[in-house]
């Protein structure tokens, strides 16, 4: 399965960062931690729900100061991709947690796009810039604003963080903007959120692809729109079960996803504190749901096609 080309659409960059890394950023960056060791750092990723875990991603992030710790974040998650076989990466990053600590865009993109083009004949990488939604729709405009500069290397926007009480409607404002500055346009919606936030993030926001979407199943008449609009839907299996949408792995309803016809692609969401990459995200739900090979053959053809890559690179890929 790792030699069968795939993109990876749903991918947070600080989420990628591996509690030894916290700890070499710490000490380089003199910074000083409230925990002794990695394995009581570690004990702490029992998370309940999104928000348990969404306290200690953010408090981690304290570590990333300079441009060289986002060249160097980025660059250990870039050269994992290759032996997963994920050949292209559309990969989220917050700038909003990171301005907040006074660390500057500047700092945060030119850092990461250092990474991606030093590794870019391994994998190709673009960045979709995150707005937090438990954050004002000013701070939102503000950050896009801050951003502009910088919109070369920006393939578009994302909506994250705690979701519920939050609808994407809150940043019909920004996303009309973005749209109007050429930038694709994606949102978390679904995740924990009522299937009414999928649709307002297809039909306020504008959005061409979907983060998660599970809870859209609730909802038949959504679940046919989705089918029929085939809009692809980016699934974190690992992700959903830590963060206690489901109980277990067995309990996930990826398989009735594809059996409903929807356009599902199988992503890693934060690989460093849900329990693996895209690579252990397939092997779950082969081992766990059955998912046949023929399946996993569709689903790593759906994350091309779902990808903002051009048409002819897709067929390259494919
Ligand atoms: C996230 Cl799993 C998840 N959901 C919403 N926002 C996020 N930011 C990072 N991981
Ligand atoms: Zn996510």
């Known amino acids: 399965m790792a030699a069968i080309p795939k993109a990876e659409l749903h991918v947070h960059i600080e ?7 916290v700890f070499d950023l710490a000490e380089r960056n003199h ?9 009581e750092l570690e004990a702490k990723y029992r998370f309940t729900d999104l928000q348990s875990f969404l306290d200690i991603y953010y408090e981690n992030m304290a570590v990333l100061r300079t441009r060289q710790d986002f060249h160097d974040l980025a ?12 050949r292209h990466a559309e990969i989220f990053f917050d700038p909003q947690a990171h301005l907040k600590r006074g660390v500057s865009i500047d700092t945060v993109i030119t850092g990461l796009c250092d990474a991606i ?42 909506l994250d963080s705690a979701e519920v009480g939050h609808p994407p409607s809150k940043f019909a404002e920004v996303f009309q ?16 959120g009522p299937p009414e936030y999928v649709r307002e993030a297809l039909d306020v926001l504008g959005a061409q692809r979907i983060d998660h979407g599970i809870r859209a199943l609730d909802d038949p008449k959504l679940v046919a729109r989705l089918r029929r609009e085939q809009i692809p839907l980016t699934v974190c299996p690992l992700s959903n079960v830590r963060l206690g949408v489901f109980g277990d792995i067995r309990e996930h309803t990826l398989p009735r996803m594809l059996d409903e016809g929807l356009l599902v692609t199988v992503n890693s969401d934060d690989p460093a504190y849900f329990g693996g990459n895209v690579e252990a995200n397939v092997a779950a739900i082969r081992e766990h749901l059955g998912v046949t090979e023929k399946q996993l053959r ?14 002819q690179t897709k067929e390259r890929l494919l």
């Open 15 to 21: 989420g990628t960062l591996e509690p030894a890394m």
């Open 75 to 86: 660059a250990a998650y870039l050269r994992t991709c290759p032996e997963q076989g994920v």
């Open 298 to 311: 569709a689903l790593a053809e759906n994350s091309v096609r779902a990808s903002f890559l051009d048409e």
């Open 31 to 39: 910074i000083d931690l409230p925990y002794d060791s990695v394995a």
């Open 177 to 192: 903007r973005a749209r109007e500055k050429g930038l694709k346009v994606v949102a978390h919606a679904g995740e924990e």
């Open 117 to 158: 083009d030093e590794y870019r004949d391994q994998v190709s990488a673009s960045l979709i810039l995150c707005f937090l939604r438990d954050d004002t729709a000013e701070s939102a405009m503000a950050t896009l604003l801050a951003a502009e500069p910088y919109l070369d290397r920006i393939i578009g926007v994302g």
